[in-house]
Structures are given as C-alpha cells and as structure tokens.
C-alpha cells in the first residue's frame, strides 16, 4: 500500500511560510514583561530580520521581514525568557542538553549502523516506521523549505510489481548494448531474478521513498539528509535498512517505474531506502580508512 505525504496538491507550492508584507510584525508577538532586550533574536536570525538596541529597545522586524522569514524558529528556541513567539508555530519543547547521547553511545549508534541486505520476512509495523519518520522530518532543509514528501510501501505484491520494472529498466540496459549494463553487472542480476533472488531491493519487506518538486534544484540534498537520519534512528529501533541505489537509477531513467510510483503530481522521486528487520546480527564494528582532512590556517 502506498502511504504518500498528506497535504499535497495537485500544483501546490510547499512553503514554510506565506505571511504578508503589509503587517511586518504579524508573524512574531514580543511578550514585552519577559522581553529582556539582549538581542539574542536579532543576533541568531540567519537574515536579520530583527533589530534590537540592546538595553533599550524591543524587538523590531525591518522592512520584508514577513515575506523573507523563513519559519526555522531560531529567534524563539534562543529566547531563554520564552519572550518571543512566532505566531502560528508552536515554541516546542524545550531543549535538555543532559538528555544528549556521550560520545561513547554515538559511537555505537555511527559506527554499529550496517547496509543491511538479508532481511527477516516480519513485516515492519506502520506506527515504527512512521516514528521514525516523524523524527526523521526535523533534519535541515535548505532555507527551511521543509518540501520532501515520504512514500511507504509495505505490500509484498506491489514491492513485487515494482521491483519487475526495475528489471525491465536493466533488460533494456542489455537489450541496447548500454555501457552501463556491464558496469552494473546487470546480466547477472537479471538471472538472479529469473531464478527467484532480488538483488535490487533484496526481498525488504518495506521501501522508503523520498520525493520534492519537480525543477527544485536542492530536492536530491534534502533527501540525502533526511534519508541519512532516518536509518540511524531505525538503527535505534532495531531495524535494518539499505540505501535502494538500483531502484532510485532506474526510477530515474525508466518512465514505466515512474509511472507505476505513482508519486502526487509534479513530484518527483529523490532517494529510496529499503527497511526491515535484519535476519542476521553483526558482532563487531569494522574498521574503516583513516579520513582524508585537509586543514588549512
């Protein structure tokens, strides 16, 4: 089954934001019997958009800061007097540093995480996989513009379905001589397939997939970001999960795919991700090459 980001329209533009520049001050409220007049808000906002006379002066929003603010909410989590509201978004909760994994943990976490590709046949439950969507969905967007959209897929026929037209995309590589059917070793894959092994989404009982806009340039970024945190918070709930690198180039490339995805119209596929629980449980933390850095002074 497809479970698509709610909201979306056919034609809709995902913004943040869509505030008027009529009233500058409408999009915050200054609670002026906390306000303490430190310029912590004008000194974080990323386009300062607001001006304060430290000591002597509230918060002011220059001219277009209605239009230009982009809702990332930096001027009221910094606020430590809770002055400052951006109306039509919640403060959230607030921020306890004591509550932060130690090195130690993040070590396990980073380093513990493994591409996994030998999956139990258990169907991972929605609500897990929507958790970590939910968390998932507070990585960076540029200028916050918050356009990925998620689509799961957890039905065993439709993974199926669309796995074959993955195939279709390399029978085609084979069948024009494309020199990438034998850089992707495509032939061997197909074979696997005729006889019963997957080896683009690797029998994965659940596919996630990211999708933006099409024409939005930092779509792919996003995505990569996203996508990056949601397998290490699936890591942390004992989930498997394996970067779909086939798929997303056949989706690409293969029109019958695309139109099988089904994405809301004027979307297009960004990443994908298989997601299941692991079969198999790794004992050690294999080691890796040194980082290559470069510092410069």
């Known amino acids: 089954m497809r479970s698509p980001a709610p909201g979306i329209r056919a034609g809709e533009r995902l913004m943040p934001c869509d505030l008027r520049e009529e009233e500058e001050m409408s999009f915050i409220e200054i609670d002026e019997s906390r306000c303490q007049k430190d310029g912590l808000c004008a000194q974080v906002c990323p386009f300062r958009l607001l001006a304060v006379e430290v000591g002597r002066s509230f918060p002011q929003a220059v001219p277009g800061a209605g239009q230009r603010c982009i809702r990332c909410g930096h001027c009221q989590a910094v606020c430590p007097h809770g002055a400052l509201t951006l109306v039509g978004q919640e403060a959230g909760p607030v921020f306890r540093p004591e509550k932060l994994p130690d090195v130690e943990q993040l070590t396990q976490l980073v380093r513990g995480r493994r591409s996994i590709r030998v999956y139990r046949k258990k169907p991972v439950e929605r609500r897990l996989v929507q958790r970590c969507i939910d968390l998932a969905h507070y990585a960076p967007t540029a200028r916050n ?5 998620w689509l799961v ?91 779909a690198g086939f798929f997303q180039l056949a989706a690409a490339d293969w029109s019958p795919l695309r139109q099988a995805l089904a994405l809301p119209d004027g979307q297009e596929l960004t990443a994908a991700m298989m997601v299941g629980y692991p079969r198999l449980r790794y004992q050690r933390l294999p080691e890796r090459r040194a980082a290559r850095v470069v510092w410069r002074g």
């Open 145 to 149: 513009s918050q356009q990925i959209g």
């Open 153 to 243: 897929i957890d039905d065993k026929e439709e993974l199926h379905r669309l796995t074959n037209h993955a195939f279709d995309w390399m029978r085609h590589l084979l069948a024009t001589d494309d020199p990438r059917a034998e850089h992707y070793g495509v032939a061997g894959l197909i074979r696997g397939w005729e006889k019963g092994r997957d080896g683009i989404l690797r029998q994965a009982p659940g596919l996630v997939v990211t999708f933006a806009p099409a024409g939005y340039g930092l779509g792919t970024m996003d995505s990569t970001i996203h996508l990056t945190t949601f397998e290490l918070i699936a890591f942390s709930q004992g989930l498997g999960t394996c970067w």
